[in-house]
């Protein structure tokens, strides 16, 4: 079961590789990708805090969500989405927060 | 081509020497930024230490891996290094394992083991767990290392899975597979191929590819390019 605000942009469907012929680019992986090895890093080493998904945790979820609820997203797109499903799942983030704040990052970045 | 509101004084065409780029904000592109932000304002961890492992994870790639068992192949001493003290060798080629933190990245432990092949032994590395890989040396893992295809199939099937792969070894060679762990990376050191004498370092480093320090390929003179080159589907038509 996908959380609204995830499913709306898996059927937006903007994946690398669509982005990437429609632009003519030649990168294999998004952009974006080295950010969220940081991020996942950075996560892993945070893992004793209180309900942040353990190394393995984080593994396991990705590794089913991507199979299953996120079968139809590329790597690494499912590998992000999978991490925003886990977060929220495990309450570490809100469907509300994460909403306003796409909505933030969003018009920052076309203004 | 637009004005770009400055004088030319040369007559090229900019439309033509800029790279092509995406020209569109898109949904997962915020929200990487969303998730990372909200992560740092709950206190998870700092933009700093982000930055951190961000920067370390643009710089790491499979050359220091190549270069490491060309230079083996060429120097029976630093060889012996290699396989007795592989932390002290990587250090030679230019990879610290306790880089970005001073311990390492939290997915990279620092036992490092290099497996050496023989004429009749031949290594592979797996992580059947997650998908444990010597990052700090070889760069991150190919997407298909990640898979659960590729994990649980290899330590069952390995010859069928490295036939996948269009490597075909004969009965006479035992296939070691090794299982990699949150406290044990592995890297194969593959055999020199024929038709290499005279080779500098260099030359041989170009033939050692990812593959073949993962253990699906054995380095061929003339073969620089990894066997996998395509393993996401082929391009999505636009607007499906």
């Known amino acids: ?111 | 081509m637009t004005d770009h509101g400055h004088d030319h004084d040369h007559d090229h065409d900019h439309d033509r020497t800029v790279k092509p780029m995406v020209d569109e904000i898109t949904d997962f592109e915020v929200l990487e930024i969303a998730l990372r932000e909200l992560c740092i304002e709950k206190g998870i961890f700092t933009a700093e230490e982000h930055r951190r492992f961000t920067e370390f994870a643009e710089q790491i790639g499979p050359t220091p891996a190549a270069t490491l068992v060309a230079r083996a192949w060429l120097d029976p001493d630093f060889k012996a290094l290699a396989l007795a003290e592989p932390m002290t060798a990587s250090k030679e080629v230019g990879v610290d394992w306790l880089e970005p933190t001073g311990f390492g990245t939290p997915s990279d432990f620092t036992a490092f083991q290099i497996l050496e092949d023989t004429a009749t032994v031949h290594n592979v590395i797996v992580c059947a767990l997650c998908s444990c890989y010597p990052r700090p040396i070889l760069g991150n893992s190919p997407e298909w290392y990640r898979t659960p295809n590729y994990r649980r199939r290899l330590v069952r099937w390995p010859r069928q899975v490295l036939a996948e792969f269009g490597l075909y070894l004969g009965d006479d060679i035992e296939v070691r597979v090794q299982d990699s762990n949150q406290k044990h990376r592995f890297m194969v050191m593959p055999m020199r191929p024929e038709g290499t004498d005279g080779w500098s370092e260099d030359q041989l480093a170009e033939i050692i590819t990812r593959d073949c320090l993962i253990g699906v390929a054995l380095p061929k003179a003339g073969v620089t390019t990894n066997v996998i080159t395509a393993t996401r589907a082929a391009v999505h038509p636009v607007g499906e």
């Not at chain 1, 469907?13 to 992986?29: D, H, I, R, S, T």
């Not at chain 1, 909403?99 to 969003?106: A, K």
């Open chain 1, 1 to 111: 079961m996908k959380p609204d605000t995830l499913r709306q942009i898996v059927e937006r469907n903007q994946v690398w590789p669509v982005m990437a012929a429609k632009y003519g680019v030649e990168n294999p992986v998004p952009p974006w990708k080295t950010s969220l090895d940081g991020l996942c890093d950075a996560l892993d080493q945070a893992a004793c805090e209180a309900d942040v998904p353990t190394f393995k945790e984080r593994r396991d979820e990705e590794d089913d969500l991507s199979a299953g609820v996120y079968s139809d997203l590329p790597y690494p797109e499912n590998q992000l989405v999978s991490l925003a499903h886990s977060l929220l799942a495990r309450g570490v983030i809100t469907e509300d927060e994460l909403q306003q704040r796409l909505s933030v990052v969003r018009a920052r970045l076309e203004s």
